[in-house]
């Protein structure tokens, strides 16, 4: 005989569950008593907000690959949760959220903080389910395990009553750990068709992105595209699939991408795309957010062979000259281990973009007194390769983006979905999974005050993260659309921020604050010494908005467009 909450210690437990994140609810205390006696090895982690909870468990999924874990009580925990799930289901990320419910007798009578959290969940989630029967848990938690690791990944939602945490009953344990399904590999015929199209094309691209990537499958597709001398680029905020040192990384397309490569990339005849769904973001063909315009829709010029675990994305948007369902990893071997002749004609496109690459890293000149490209490559050069960099959602991130390059998998965390207050949760959570690995967050004065409350959470737990803060005194990709569409007015984007240092102190960080290019370095060295987690406040010039343009480059532009439009 156990409880439901023992029953359910007991199926996370089996099924891998390292860490568990939460924000203490009465709900499930008894869940949480219940891991702390069964399980003492798994570590549950008491956060500030739900959302850095779920948060944190989203980048431990996207990073290792296997379900993260999040508790939270009901309404409004489960609605500050929503935020996590989101992300979980746009990035892809295996996520398990368990809600606590109010007690079943209490159910449809609108009962304190309860709702319908199925219904709350559904458009977000790849299954969401609530269990009325503690005998039940077992199989709930294994299809929600094998659910959310089967096809492409994603968040499962579960919901369990209080008095279903709490009820005894006599039930066998599962007897293994979920086992996921998997597509199978390419067939002989696919096989051939993608190398005769290959073969035909003059100026071929392959495009690499998702969550689900190996160090097998990564290692696949390099040695593919490497042997027949084919440019690859990655998909917005999965710039780690391939090193960077290699000659067939060319770049990344989405938010903020190169526009040298976007052009070349329109002239493309043949795209091979693995592990993406081709979102508007990882189609923008120009502009800051134009998307669904670097290929035509609905028959692109292109021939396009796209490649996804299951077949919800594929002719979606864009319907291609052969949509396959294979299983990445076992994609990736296949097109390594075919036996097809390098073409010089694609060597030499390869590296024509590769040349668009080198050029886009040649630091330009930054406004104000930090340079923010080379504070970019000084940090590339003193980190080990292995290092993990996290960032949020702003325009302060196209300065990691274009300036820090990465080596090894799994060593950049952002969101795709544009959740802004990413970074911080998600550093924390890379720090817990890999304690040995150094961890830097990359974050906005704006996107750091929706989430800093979870620094204390850090210096709680000895998640030792530094946190690298651009501190503008704007929501920066705002102001950008205030430039471009409401002829420079402003509103509400205006920042009065609080004295970040003192901030970072009174959580029991350390902190320091940086004006100057020479400044950072010795602050930097401090922060990796300091045995704590640490922030680094840069006091930006605004004009530094981008790295791309200034404030003043994009009023240049209004202007000459107001005048160009008069004259005619």
């Avoid at 989203?58 to 949760?81: C, D, I, M, Q, Y």
């Amino acid at each position: 005989m156990r409880t439901g909450a023992e029953i359910l210690a007991d199926e996370l437990a089996l099924n891998g569950a390292g860490i568990v994140y939460h924000v203490p609810g009465e709900s499930f205390l008894v869940a949480l008593d219940a891991l702390s006696t069964r399980h003492p090895d798994i570590r549950t982690i008491s956060c500030r907000h739900e959302n850095g909870a779920a948060q944190m468990a989203e980048a431990h999924g996207k990073l290792t690959g296997r379900p993260g874990v999040a508790f939270v009580t009901r309404s409004p925990g489960a609605t500050n949760a929503v935020n996590g799930v989101h992300t979980a289901f746009q990035d892809s990320s295996p996520m398990v959220l368990i809600v606590g419910q109010v007690k079943r007798s209490i159910l449809e009578r609108e009962a304190f903080m309860s709702y319908d959290f199925r219904t709350m969940f559904a458009p977000m989630a790849k299954w969401v389910a609530q269990i009325d029967d503690a005998a039940r848990i077992p199989e709930f938690v294994q299809r929600a395990w094998a659910t959310a690791l089967s096809g492409r990944k994603g968040p499962v939602v579960l919901v369990v009553p209080e008095d279903v945490m709490e009820e005894r009953t006599e039930v066998a344990s599962s007897v293994r750990p979920a086992r996921p399904s998997h597509a199978g590999t390419p067939a002989a015929e696919d096989l051939e068709r993608i190398f005769s199209m290959l073969a035909e094309a003059e100026k071929p691209l392959v495009i690499v992105g998702g969550s689900d990537w190996s160090e097998a499958a990564r290692e696949s597709i390099q040695q593919f595209a490497t042997a027949l001398g084919l440019p690859v680029v990655t998909t917005f905020r999965r710039r780690d699939i391939i090193d960077h040192r290699l000659d067939c990384y060319v770049g990344e397309i989405g938010i903020g991408s190169n526009p040298a490569l976007l052009a070349n990339i329109r002239e493309t005849d043949f795209i091979l795309t693995l592990n993406d769904a081709l979102s508007d973001v990882n189609t923008i063909g120009a502009g800051y957010m134009e998307g669904f315009t670097l290929f035509s829709i609905p028959h692109p010029r292109q021939k396009i062979v796209h490649v996804m675990a299951d077949d919800g994305d594929l002719n979606r948007v864009f319907q291609v000259d052969l949509a396959l369902v294979a299983d990445n990893e076992s994609c990736a071997r296949a097109l390594a281990e075919y036996p097809a002749t390098p073409r010089s004609k694609h060597r030499e496109w390869s590296a024509k973009l590769r040349a668009t690459l080198m050029e886009e890293r040649v630091p330009q000149p930054c406004p104000g007194k930090i340079d923010l490209p080379g504070v970019m490559n000084w940090l590339r050069v003193r980190l080990p390769d292995e290092a993990i960099v996290t960032n949020g959602v702003g325009a302060y991130a196209t300065w990691s983006q274009r300036y820090f390059p990465h080596y090894r998998l799994h060593t950049q965390l952002g969101p795709i979905s544009g959740s802004m207050g990413y970074s911080l949760p998600a550093a924390i959570s890379a720090k817990l999974t890999h304690p040995e690995r150094v961890v830097v967050d990359f974050v906005g004065d704006g996107c750091f005050q929706m989430s800093s409350e979870e620094l204390a959470t850090a210096v709680q737990y000895g998640a030792n993260v530094i946190i690298v803060l651009y501190n503008n005194g704007l929501y920066g990709t705002i102001r950008i659309h205030e430039e471009n569409r409401l002829e420079g007015r402003a509103n509400g984007t205006d920042l009065v921020n609080p004295d970040f240092l003192m901030l970072a102190r009174a959580y029991g960080a350390h902190g320091e604050r940086v004006t100057t290019t020479e400044e950072f370095a010795p602050a930097f060295e401090r922060c990796l010494a300091a045995g704590k987690p640490a922030l680094i406040e840069m006091v930006i010039d605004p004009e530094a908005i981008h790295c791309r343009y200034s404030l003043s480059d994009l009023r240049a532009r209004r202007e000459a467009k107001a005048r160009a439009k008069g004259e005619t």
